[in-house]
């Protein structure tokens, strides 16, 4: 069982930075963010790839960074000039199965963090 916790959401205006970071409690795997506001489907928002590169969803490309620390299986999501359209809840995710390269949607992920919450005001 892999314990995946998030912390560095919060609330700042249309423009503003936030950094969330997510610590694995032992080797995770396939690791991502996720987000999702009421009503809809949880997005990616940036998968890591087997290779080590990320694949993020058009809206935050350019925007957004994700980064891990190899060795301590911590993933961290560097949020640059937010919009309120980026208000959400934000998850880590994990899943250890061998996959030929890792998943891209939340069904194949097996393990979640708790959630932070995402608020950017205009």
């Known amino acids: 069982q892999v314990h995946l916790v998030e912390s560095g959401g919060g609330s700042v205006q249309s423009g503003g930075t936030l950094r969330l970071s997510c610590e694995a409690s032992e080797y995770a795997g396939c690791m991502a963010w996720f987000r999702q506001v009421p009503g809809k489907e949880r997005e990616g928002v940036g998968i890591?790839?087997?290779?080590?590169?990320?694949i993020y969803t058009d809206s935050v490309k350019g925007r957004f960074a994700i980064s891990e620390v190899n060795g301590k299986d911590t993933l961290y999501l560097q949020m640059n000039n937010l919009q309120p359209e980026d208000t959400a809840i934000y998850y880590c995710a994990a899943d250890r199965r061998i996959w030929t390269d890792c998943p891209t949607t939340a069904r194949d992920y097996k393990y979640w963090g708790q959630g932070t919450q995402v608020t950017i005001s205009s």
């Open positions: 890591v790839t087997r290779g080590g590169g990320v």
